[in-house]
């Protein structure tokens, strides 16, 4: 399964209740695979669904599975990189490791997933590792428009752009976002909203630019910084140089998330939301049905 967005991360919700509705039925006869969930990828994307994974088994789950051994649960991470979050100040790094660690969330460094079978991930020191749940955020596919297009790509298939966003080849054409590849002298541009909205708006102002005869302007792609959610009550933030780890991180987060909503009537929705889940038990009610055809990767 993969989690680009709100409809896939509400199927993998449904895919792992049923994971515990078939184990509460067969009580200690579970096999291994039924309740080992994997992520695979340790970018921002891998980390949050791993934590994320984890308080859903752990703090919403746990009590409605009375016959379900949750000492036999694995949540495991696979990430080829030498450590997760590649990027991220090294300090946040390790403050990630330990929160992940501290959830007994297993996490795999240096290992590249070669195959996602129904049943199991095999990595690529040949390890198997028996599963029947993998939640795919090790990098994005570009739609398939973007596949039939005859324009130049990058090896994943991502429209080559110059450092005006203009399409190699085809200077009349600007391309933007997560399925291009910029090739320009400047810092590498990740797969981000804040990159995508940067390019959006530069691309907007170079295409007038050239309906009024003036010369466009090269891109240089600013961060912002960067959040990351580890799960209740604790997150990373890495902005303008400032690094937070832990609660304080998941208030700064929050505070972000919510300025970010960019509608009052948002984010009074989910102020009260947030409120309520203080007070309140988490809703487990499934809200997809067939979660039983996972899509799978090799
Ligand atoms: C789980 C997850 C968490 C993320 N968290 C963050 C984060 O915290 N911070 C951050 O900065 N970034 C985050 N990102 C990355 C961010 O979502 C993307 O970088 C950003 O959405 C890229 O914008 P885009 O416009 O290029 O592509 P998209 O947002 O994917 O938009 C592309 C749009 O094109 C539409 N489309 C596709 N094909 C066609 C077609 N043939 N015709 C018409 N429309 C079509 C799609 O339906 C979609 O609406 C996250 C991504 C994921 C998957």
Redesign the pocket.
């Known amino acids: 399964m ?4 709100l409809r ?2 509400l199927r993998v919700r449904s895919h792992v209740i049923d994971r515990f509705e078939e184990a509460e039925h067969l009580e200690d006869r579970a096999p291994e695979d039924l309740l080992t969930f994997v992520v695979v990828g340790g970018g ?2 891998g980390v ?2 791993a934590a994320d994974t984890h308080d859903l088994i752990f703090v919403v789950l746990e009590e409605d599975y009375p016959n379900v051994d949750f000492d036999s649960v694995r949540v495991v991470l696979v990430n080829a990189g030498d450590r997760i979050l590649k990027g991220l100040d090294s300090a946040l790094v390790h403050a990630a490791t330990r929160r992940l660690a501290s959830q007994r969330i297993e996490a795999i460094n240096d290992a590249k997933v070669e195959e996602v079978r129904p049943d199991a991930v095999v990595i690529s020191d040949e390890r198997t590792i028996p599963t029947r749940t993998t939640i795919w ?1 090790a990098g ?1 596919e570009p ?4 596949g039939n297009l005859d324009v130049q790509k990058d090896h994943r298939g991502r429209i080559l752009i110059d450092q005006y966003l203009r399409v190699k080849g085809s200077p009349e054409v600007y391309a ?5 590849s910029i090739q320009y002298d400047g810092p590498p541009v ?8 940067q ?2 708006t530069l691309a907007a102002s170079n295409l007038a630019a050239e309906i009024e005869d003036k010369a466009p302007v090269p891109f240089r792609y600013r961060s912002v910084g ?4 580890l799960g209740e009550g604790s997150a990373l933030v890495d902005i303008l140089g400032v690094n937070l780890s832990g609660l304080l991180g998941a208030y700064v987060w929050k505070a972000v998330y919510l300025y970010e909503l960019g509608y009052d009537l948002n984010r009074v929705h989910v102020l009260a939301d947030w409120t309520i889940d203080m007070f309140t038990r988490p809703d487990t009610s499934k809200l997809f049905g067939d979660s039983s055809q996972p899509k799978t990767h090799t």
Request: proline letters at 11%; hydrophobic letters at 45%.
């Open positions: 993969d989690i680009k967005g896939d991360a921002p994307t949050e669904a955020a994005i739609p398939p428009l973007v933007v976002g997560d399925c291009t990740p797969a981000l909203a804040q990159a995508a909205e390019e959006g960067q959040l990351v959610d």
